[in-house]
């Protein structure tokens, strides 16, 4: 898999099996929502192979939950491209997330993360007894962080790409390239509203900090490529000092 | 698992290279290169005043970069172009050029990296508070989890360790 996964339970019961169960889950979402694999449900729908009445119920339920975000969103989380194929990566990464989490909650599970691919829900308690703390990296040098979060059954995510010369597009004006924002995190009420609104917002650019703004219930802290950020009004309380 | 193991093994492989060929001497400097740590990563440095990592947590200083390697036999690195393998950074694939220069690589480039998904229709016109802003600072707290957008740095260290290991003299 392209996306490194953790998974961490606090709870002395927990055994290997367990989080076995949430790998072999990310696994089977890998297998059918990867657009890189050939024989994933996703390749197989974008090719025309399967037909709409032929989606298998978890991608009937992505498709639905895809058009929902984009209305949302005022189209900027579209899961179509230009060239009619899907990807839902966008939405999958934290729906996939949530879900596991939630399998970790039916095994009994109280105190646990799951995080892939920089994106987390966290539930309870640390191993200290305290609330998760999770840190947001620095995209201009990844081994430190520049802001250091206490959070208590969040989801969290971050949009962005930490590459030089990135070009991302603004769907209205596709001759200039979007360079302004690195990073954008979001902290939601669960991961899967966390991650389908960090990329959406991300795809707005600068002007993803004030589509959060007017979100209830959810926080966000924009870092632009000269090193600035800019916070949510209510992103300060998950900011430990 | 195997495949974080390879990621951490050619993560350090980059930075032994790129110590080694920046110093004269035979010997390792001991440069580490902390991949992302998922057991409370410790990161103590200095706050950021610029986009260039901070010295601490650097093998490499100013002095030990203007030296210039005294002989070919001394070169990791063969001089020219070397292009890494491509990469699944799942959100798209990524491939690094490495350009080498007296031994040292004097440019990276991408030839492939994840494009954004199009998207359609205008965002609406929100009235806006004042938002706070403020310069990033690197923080020396402890923390049990990091957040960000790893996969394309991953899928990169991945193709430029690749094209490394083919300039390997």
């Known amino acids: 898999m392209g996306m490194p996964i953790t998974v961490e339970i606090i709870d002395i019961s927990a055994g290997e099996q367990d989080i076995n169960e949430v790998f072999s889950y990310f696994k089977y979402i890998d297998e059918k929502f990867s657009v890189y694999k050939d024989t994933s449900e996703i390749t197989r729908i974008n090719s025309g192979e399967i037909k709409e009445y032929d989606y298998s119920e978890d991608m009937k339920i992505v498709f639905t939950l895809s058009e929902e975000t984009k209305i949302k969103t005022g189209g900027y989380f579209d899961i179509s491209a230009s060239n009619g194929k899907y990807d839902p990566s966008g939405l999958v990464k934290g729906w996939a997330i949530y879900n596991a989490s939630k399998i970790l909650e039916k095994l009994g599970f109280n105190n646990f993360y799951v995080e892939a691919g920089g994106d987390i829900q966290v539930s309870g308690k640390n191993n200290e007894g305290q609330n998760w703390k999770i840190g947001i990296r620095n995209p201009f040098n990844i081994k430190e962080i520049v802001k250091a979060l206490c959070v208590e059954n969040k989801g969290v995510a971050t949009s962005g790409t930490y590459i030089r010369g990135q070009h991302i597009y603004n769907p209205r004006q596709r001759n200039k390239p979007i360079t302004e924002i690195i990073s954008l995190t979001v902290i939601g009420p669960n991961v899967y509203e966390a991650d389908r609104f960090a990329t959406a917002a991300f795809a707005m650019a600068e002007k993803g900090i004030e589509f959060i703004e007017n979100l209830p219930g959810f926080e966000c802290y924009m870092i632009d490529k000269n090193s600035r950020a800019v916070m949510t009004s209510g992103f300060e309380k998950y900011a430990s000092v | ?169």
């Open chain 2, 1 to 169: 698992m195997l495949r974080k193991f390879f990621l951490s093994f050619f993560l350090i492989l980059i930075f032994a290279f790129y110590v080694l060929f920046q110093n004269d001497r035979a010997e390792d400097k001991g440069a580490v290169f902390q991949a992302s740590n998922k057991n409370k990563p410790v990161i103590s440095t200095p706050d950021l005043s610029s986009n260039a990592p901070s010295k601490s947590s650097s093998p490499i200083t100013p002095s030990q970069e203007s030296q210039a390697p005294k002989s070919n036999s001394l070169k990791i690195f063969k001089d020219g172009e070397f292009i890494g393998n491509i990469v699944d950074a799942y959100y798209g694939n990524v491939q690094v050029k490495a350009v080498i220069q007296d031994g040292r690589i004097i440019d990276t480039r991408f030839l492939d990296h994840p494009h954004q998904r199009d998207t359609s229709v205008a965002i609406n016109d929100y009235a806006m508070p004042i938002l706070k802003t403020e310069a990033i600072q690197a923080q020396n707290a402890q923390v049990d989890i990091v957040s960000g957008a790893t996969f394309t740095s991953y899928a990169f260290q991945e193709s430029l360790a690749d094209a490394l290991i083919q300039a390997k003299n």
